[in-house]
């Protein structure tokens, strides 16, 4: 279930805890003995690897956004070689890394400094770091933002606190896990937890005082992160984008004009523009529909390839924006050593 959740083939699956894996799924043809496993940990434990390696045997690109989004919700609790997943693609033979057991986030108050078995290995390397940041600052652009996460946060508060005869799903969870007569006993330590403690951190003492803690936080930590995470300051500057189509928006001719290339090194550092779209929906936005889930930026309806010809005008193809609906346009430009 968990790789038919996540559209993953059928391969080997292992729960790492203690610096070793216990087998969650056996891919068809697949080794039966761990020996994937253990030629894996082996070669990046005591090899040494190079780049050709880690390219050719690790999904980096999976990996970078992994690693973003343990800086993003301060996923810290993997320290100690657990919290996590490997799984090997039977056909490309790439490992990739998955999170589990993720109670101990969007909190900075936890132990731990996010350093599981790839960081110092892989984000050391100064190509892989490079696109690592590239991948942080789309997660931040896209994602983690006030606005897209506010928006995200709500929608699955909504889920959990539809109170019905004045009673909701929190206030089950709450009487289980906040007012359970066990919190009292001798079999629990008050330094894990304790009796009514649920929203204590919060003036309200309520849920909906806790949704508004979570998105505060998640502010603070989308600063922390632009202040001392991307800090990258000789990137190439955001461009912006102007309409330039017919009046009234057809869906099947807009067209846009980006600004010029502007980079701290100067103009002839310029090496791709890339274009994306997203049909984004939520209560607000024209052709939202009540009742249907949100759709976020994050889930692009189209990306252009790397263009390496800088244009002053570009039409998006038809079909990638649908007729009634909102779509948001952004375009990114590229220096000569590969940064966005």
């Known amino acids: 279930r968990f790789l038919q959740a996540r559209d993953l083939p059928d391969g080997n699956l292992y729960k790492m805890n203690g610096g070793t894996g216990d087998v969650q799924n056996l891919g068809f043809g697949q080794p039966a003995d761990r020996s994937d496993l253990d030629a894996f940990m082996a070669t990046y434990t005591w090899g040494n690897p190079g780049d050709a390696w880690w390219q050719s045997t690790f999904d980096l690109a999976g990996y970078y ?55 110092d290995r892989v984000l050391a390397k100064p190509l892989f770091y490079r696109d690592y940041l590239n991948s942080l600052r789309e997660i931040r652009d896209l994602l983690f933002n006030p606005e897209q996460l506010n928006l995200l946060v709500d929608e699955v508060a909504a889920t959990i606190n539809t109170p019905v005869d004045g009673l909701a799903m929190v206030d089950a969870d709450r009487a289980m896990w906040d007012y359970n007569p066990i919190l009292t006993s001798r079999y629990v330590s008050e330094e894990r937890t ?19 803690y979570m998105k505060s936080w998640a502010a603070g930590r989308a600063a922390w992160i632009d202040g001392l995470i991307l800090t990258d300051r000789a990137m190439p500057n955001t461009p912006t984008l102007q309409y330039s189509g017919p009046a009234g928006y057809p869906a099947d001719q807009l067209v846009f004009a980006p600004s010029a290339y502007s980079d701290p090194q100067g103009p002839a550092t310029f090496a ?66 590969g940064r966005w």
């Open 65 to 119: 956004r992994f690693h973003a989004v343990l800086q993003a919700v301060h996923h810290y609790d993997v320290n100690e070689g657990k919290n996590y997943f490997y799984f090997r693609d039977p056909t490309s033979g790439k490992w990739s890394i998955w999170p589990w057991d993720t109670d101990l986030t969007w909190a900075d108050t936890f132990a731990g400094d996010g350093n599981e078995p790839f960081r």
């Open 194 to 212: 304790r009796w009514g403690k649920f929203y204590a951190d919060v003036p309200t003492r309520d849920f909906a005082g806790m949704v508004q």
């Open 272 to 337: 791709a523009i890339q274009w994306r779209a997203a049909n984004v929906a939520w209560p607000g936005l024209p052709g939202y529909v009540a009742g249907q889930p949100n759709r976020y930026e994050m889930e692009s309806a189209w990306t252009s390839p790397e263009l390496t010809q800088f244009t002053s005008s570009f039409t998006l193809p038809q079909g990638v924006c649908l007729p009634g609906a909102t779509c948001r346009v952004r375009v990114r430009m590229k220096d000569d050593s």
